[in-house]
T-cell receptor, first 111, second 112 residues
Framework: DGGITQSPKYLFRKEGQNVTLSCEQNLNHDAMYWYRQDPGQGLRLIYYSQIVNDFQKGDIAEGYSVSREKKESFPLTVTSAQKNPTAFYLC??????????FGPGTRLTVL | GDSVTQMEGPVTLSEEAFLTINCTYTATGYPSLFWYVQYPGEGLQLLLKATKADDKGSNKGFEATYRKETTSFHLEKGSVQVSDSAVYFCALSDYRDDKIIFGKGTRLHILP
């Protein structure tokens, strides 16, 4: 089945630690995205990538980093520089015609 | 920059009531417009889309028409069900940079 997978579903991190969230898609989409969602809030764009080996900052990129070495994969690293990382993180990919497909999300909690 | 504004919730309706969730947008180009739905603890699912002015997107009884003159894309359903309870997001995408911009979401509660 085609789709987007994110792992893990729940993640706990101690303050000061970096953590990497996985996102994989087998839909053959060029565009991929990372969003952050806080309780009762909308989605805020962290980073997006239109093609392999290229990515752009979104509205809240500070404290995050990404890579796009393969078309299928777009991992997000939450660094210790991110002051308030506890949130629900959503990965998506999109075909050229638009209409993104979302993964199930990773809920990150900083202890 | 481009933006999306949608009505604040929560919206509470009785089963079989008529639903409207307002959405307006600001864009410099000619964006595609979308409605997504999110159930608790899950990712977003694409509900419907429209790619040009006067297009009507529809799915599962929901409809929305791309109105360029009023820069709107309001979501409607004639008769809601308890299972429609979720958060609904309006979004736009501009082909020039592939960015997808979301509204803040509207929580919908349907009472039996």
């Amino acid at each position: 089945d085609g789709g987007i997978t994110q792992s893990p579903k729940y993640l706990f991190r101690k303050e000061g630690q970096n953590v990497t969230l996985s996102c994989e898609q087998n839909l053959n989409h060029d565009a991929m995205y990372w969003y952050r969602q806080d309780p009762g809030q909308g989605l805020r764009l962290i980073y997006y990538s239109q093609i392999v080996n290229d990515f752009q900052k979104g509205d809240i990129a500070e404290g995050y980093s990404v890579s796009r070495e393969k078309k299928e994969s777009f991992p997000l690293t939450v660094t210790s520089a991110q002051k308030n990382p506890t949130a629900f993180y959503l990965c998506a990919s999109s075909p050229p015609a638009g209409g993104a497909f979302f993964g199930p999300g990773t809920r990150l909690t900083v202890l | 920059g481009d933006s999306v504004t949608q009505m604040e919730g929560p919206v509470t309706l009785s089963e079989e009531a008529f639903l409207t969730i307002n959405c307006t947008y600001t864009a410099t180009g000619y964006p595609s417009l979308f409605w997504y739905v999110q159930y608790p603890g899950e990712g977003l699912q694409l509900l419907l889309k429209a790619t040009k002015a006067d297009d009507k997107g529809s799915n599962k009884g929901f409809e929305a028409t791309y109105r360029k003159e009023t820069t709107s894309f309001h979501l409607e359903k004639g008769s809601v069900q308890v299972s429609d309870s979720a958060v609904y997001f309006c979004a736009l995408s501009d082909y020039r940079d592939d960015k997808i911009i979301f509204g803040k979401g509207t929580r919908l509660h349907i009472l039996p």
